[in-house]
């Protein structure tokens, strides 16, 4: 893959809002997801801890995608936000957790990627 280059991924209709949608394009495991605007985002589908597949997991009301191992949740843009071995009051730095994010655009009815 390119970087700064966009290619044809999947069709817009494939990703449903609430849903996880894995797909291998590139040579790259991806997990996309639609949030309930209707945004579609995409992150590497392979959670940072275990190397579970995230698409194997569950899309949240927050849409954020949570990890089917551990629970680990990851925003859109591939951060980690939560992890529930942590506790609700102990979330400290959890960027070393992030996983690879990769832009979405929508054109016509086709999904484009580029890595950044």
Not at 99 to 105: G, W
């Given at each position: 893959m390119?970087?700064?280059?966009?290619?044809?991924v999947?069709?817009?209709?494939?990703?449903k809002t609430?849903?996880?949608?894995?797909?291998?394009?590139?040579?790259?495991e991806?997990?996309?997801?639609?949030?309930?605007?209707?945004?579609v985002s995409?992150?590497e589908?392979?959670c940072s801890?275990r190397?579970a597949?995230l698409?194997?997991?569950?899309?949240?009301?927050?849409?954020?995608?949570?990890?089917p191992?551990?629970?680990?949740?990851?925003?859109?843009s591939?951060?980690?936000?939560?992890i529930?071995?942590y506790?609700?009051?102990?979330?400290?730095?959890?960027?070393?957790?992030?996983?690879?994010?990769?832009?979405?655009?929508?054109?016509w009815d086709?999904?484009f990627?580029v890595?950044?």
């Amino acid at each position: 893959m390119i970087k700064n280059q966009w290619y044809t991924v999947l069709s817009s209709r494939e990703v449903k809002t609430g849903r996880l949608t894995a797909a291998k394009r590139l040579n790259l495991e991806l997990c996309f997801f639609r949030n309930k605007d209707g945004i579609v985002s995409c992150v590497e589908d392979r959670c940072s801890h275990r190397k579970a597949q995230l698409s194997k997991g569950k899309c949240t009301e927050d849409g954020l995608v949570k990890c089917p191992f551990h629970g680990i949740e990851f925003n859109s843009s591939g951060g980690c936000e939560f992890i529930p071995a942590y506790g609700i009051s102990n979330q400290e730095d959890l960027s070393r957790f992030n996983v690879q994010e990769y832009i979405v655009r929508k054109t016509w009815d086709y999904l484009f990627l580029v890595r950044k």
